[in-house]
Each structure stands twice: as structure tokens, then as C-alpha cells.
């Protein structure tokens, strides 16, 4: 009887003990689900090696059959293996978009745990605020382990401001759609692919950029100023005020561009964003493609200066304000590493970035 009284109490005590640890495991995955966007994750990526995939990423603007094509193309010609997205553009909003907000979040979802080790846009367009607003619904964290690195421009800013509260690095540059090796469309039309094959393969480690210099010229900045990239399309970056991933402009390069905008309008979204201190704490601003529409360039950089001395006098805020319009919507669109290691040295007249592909911020 004694044996079978300890007996008894030995199973009961190993039953009390899997439960507390099977309750605690299902809090812990609970708790691990409920954890907020901006845990800290490792900051570098894998640079990429022959044979690795490239995930084409659809979360805006429905692509062509021949867009997907030409671009599977252009990946396999470099050596790297092709996963194309599953596209519903008929059941979509509008017939707009690549699929409906519910799918595409789901695929985003996928394409973060599995899939390739880059994903890189293929349209930009509309949609992308959506696809993360239906992923946030299902997921409100990003996984723990390596960054899946986020190529693109435009509504694709959306997700480099979501990356960036994982310390992720991603880059700006063009879309697959766009480019001189796949369209001749009018946005990007000499932009080349090869500055972001060269990223991913490790070819680059390091961008050097010139800017020029459109702030006060009596303002004085001796010491090289650290910090990193981060930003993108200004309209896409205005309509994330105030949500979870709305860009933080502290010890940051604050990366600005956009499409040809009327001068009051695009006056009061400058406005806005410094009403809204993102540009307070930050190291200095780079606007790159952004002109007033039916003016020349003389006239955009002249209206770029009086901003700057609107954010002393108004926002006592004084950065360098730099002018290159290389990035985003014209002609050409230079790769822009964000979320890396940067180091800005001004001069009177012209100002020189230097920015690492795949380097962690040092502090």
C-alpha cells in the first residue's frame, strides 16, 4: 500500500510539474505575440551569395505578367534565384492592387519567415500602409532573428519606417518595375539595377554621396556628424504621424522625396513634420528629388532655403539642410542605404555622406 500511495503522489507531483511549465510556455508565447514593434533585434543582414533567392515583394500596385518576367530576369541574369509573388488583382479594391489587404498582409507575414533572403518591391504605387495595417492586425511584432532586407521607394517607404522600429536596415532604391535595364517609363527611366546588386552581393560596403550645402552658409559644423539614414516619400512618411511607425527623426540623416508638388502644399507638409519635432533631435536633412511644380530647380532650392530658416526662427531647430536630387522620383534614383552606419562631413558650400550597406549603427 505504501508503494502504491508513493507511487501515486510521484505521478501526481510530475502531472503539476509539465502543467506550470506548459502554462508558463503558452504565456510566454502569448506574452511573445503581445510584444510591441520596437524590441530590439540584431541589426546586419546576410549579404547575398549566388544561388540565394530574391522574393519579388507585391504589396501595392498590382504588376504586369511582363513586369514579373522582366524582372525574374534581371535576378536570374545576376545569379540569384527568382520567387514570384501569387498576385489576385481581380478581387482586389478597385482591381487596383496586387490583391486584397487581408492577403497581402498574410503573404508579408510569409515572406518574413520564409521565402528569400531579400525582398524587394516590384511596384510602388498604393497600398502598402494597407497591406501593414492587415499585418499589425495578425502580428503586432516582427520576428526575432535575421532581418529580411526591404528594397524599394515611394508607398514603399511604409515599409522601411516598419523595419526601422526593429533596427533593420533596408534600402531606397528602385522598384522592379522601374529601371534602365526593364522600362522605359518616365520615373527612373537611367536608373540602374547594378548599385543594388552590388549592395546585396557585398561588391559595395560603402556610398559616398554629395550633397549641397542649402542652409544658413554662416552656420559653422567642424566635427563630422554621425547618425543614419532614415525616410523616404515625405507623403507616405506624413500619413504615418502618429502611429506606431511613425519616423523618429532622433540622431538621423532625415531622408526626404517626393513627386513634383505645388509649393503651398508641399510648404505645409515640411511644416507639418517639424510641428511634429521629427526634425528636433535630428542630425540634419537630406531632400532628394522634390521640385515645385512649374518651377525650375533654382526656384525649388531657393524655397528649400527659406524653409531652413523657417525651422531656426520658428522651430529653433538648426541642421544642415542638403539638396541632391539623385534620389527618389526623377530620373536617376542612387541607392540609399537606411537604418546603417553614416557619417556626414560638411562644408561650406557642399556636404559628403558616407554610408555603410550593412553596418550597425555605433551607438
Same mark, same amino acid.
Given at each position: ?23 508558463g510556455?503558452?504565456? +510566454?508565447?502569448? +506574452? ?5 514593434i ?5 541589426q ?18 498590382? $504588376? !504586369? ?8 530576369? #534581371? ?16 478581387? /482586389? ?14 503573404e508579408?507575414?510569409?515572406?518574413? !519567415?520564409?521565402g ?14 494597407? %497591406?501593414?495595417?492587415? =499585418? ?8 526575432? =532573428?535575421s ?15 516598419? @523595419?526601422? !522600429? ?7 532604391? $528602385? ?7 526593364? /522600362? ?8 540602374? =539595377?547594378?548599385?543594388? =546588386? ?8 560603402e ?10 552658409? /554662416? ?15 515625405? /507623403?507616405?512618411i506624413?500619413?504615418?504621424?502618429? !502611429? ?7 540622431d ?18 515640411? %511644416? ?14 537630406? @531632400?532628394?528629388?522634390?521640385? #515645385? ?6 526656384? %525649388? ?15 529653433? @531647430?538648426?541642421?544642415?539642410?542638403? *539638396? ?7 530620373? *536617376? ?12 562631413? @560638411?562644408?561650406? +558650400? ?5 554610408v ?8
Amino acid at each position: 500500500m505504501k508503494n502504491l500511495l508513493f507511487a501515486l503522489f510521484t505521478l501526481l507531483a510530475i502531472f503539476v510539474e509539465f502543467s506550470a511549465s506548459a502554462m508558463g510556455e503558452d504565456k +510566454e508565447d502569448k +506574452e511573445e505575440a503581445q510584444q510591441p514593434i520596437t524590441r530590439p533585434s540584431r541589426q546586419t543582414w546576410d549579404f547575398l551569395k549566388p544561388g540565394d533567392q530574391i522574393e519579388v515583394l507585391a504589396p501595392a500596385a498590382a $504588376p !504586369t505578367q511582363e513586369e514579373l518576367k522582366k524582372a525574374e530576369k #534581371i535576378i536570374s541574369e545576376y545569379g540569384y534565384t527568382c520567387l514570384l509573388p501569387k498576385t489576385n488583382q481581380e478581387e /482586389s479594391l478597385s482591381k487596383y492592387y496586387a490583391n486584397p489587404f487581408k492577403t497581402a498582409g498574410e503573404e508579408f507575414k510569409n515572406s518574413l !519567415t520564409t521565402g528569400g533572403n531579400a525582398l524587394w518591391a516590384i511596384r510602388g504605387g498604393f497600398g502598402s500602409l494597407e %497591406t501593414i495595417c492587415a =499585418f499589425l492586425k495578425k502580428s503586432n511584432f516582427l520576428p526575432s =532573428f535575421s532581418p529580411k532586407l526591404i528594397i524599394g521607394f515611394s508607398d514603399i517607404t511604409s515599409f522601411h519606417l516598419l @523595419v526601422a !522600429t526593429r533596427g533593420w536596415p533596408s534600402l531606397h532604391a $528602385p522598384v522592379l518595375a522601374y529601371g534602365v535595364e526593364i /522600362s522605359s517609363k518616365l520615373t527612373n527611366k537611367y536608373a540602374s =539595377f547594378k548599385p543594388v =546588386f552590388d549592395c546585396l552581393s557585398g561588391k559595395t560596403t560603402e556610398l559616398e554621396y554629395t550633397f549641397e550645402c542649402l542652409h544658413d552658409s /554662416s552656420w559653422s559644423f567642424l566635427d563630422p556628424l554621425e547618425g543614419s539614414v532614415l525616410g523616404g516619400n515625405i /507623403s507616405i512618411i506624413e500619413t504615418h504621424k502618429g !502611429t506606431d511607425i511613425a519616423l523618429d527623426g532622433t540622431d538621423k540623416f532625415v531622408f526626404l522625396e517626393d513627386r513634383p508638388e505645388d509649393k503651398t502644399r508641399l510648404h505645409r507638409r515640411l %511644416t507639418g513634420l517639424a510641428y511634429a519635432k521629427i526634425f528636433d533631435k535630428a542630425k540634419a536633412i537630406l @531632400v532628394g528629388n522634390m521640385p #515645385i511644380k512649374e518651377q525650375n530647380e533654382t526656384e %525649388t532650392k531657393n524655397f528649400l532655403r527659406g524653409f531652413s530658416k523657417e525651422l531656426e526662427e520658428v522651430f529653433d @531647430v538648426k541642421i544642415p539642410l542638403l *539638396y541632391c536630387p539623385r534620389f527618389g522620383h526623377g530620373d *536617376y534614383n542612387d541607392v540609399m542605404p537606411f537604418g546603417t552606419s553614416a557619417l556626414l562631413k @560638411v562644408g561650406k +558650400e557642399t556636404a559628403t555622406l558616407f554610408v555603410k550597406v550593412n553596418e550597425p549603427v555605433s551607438k
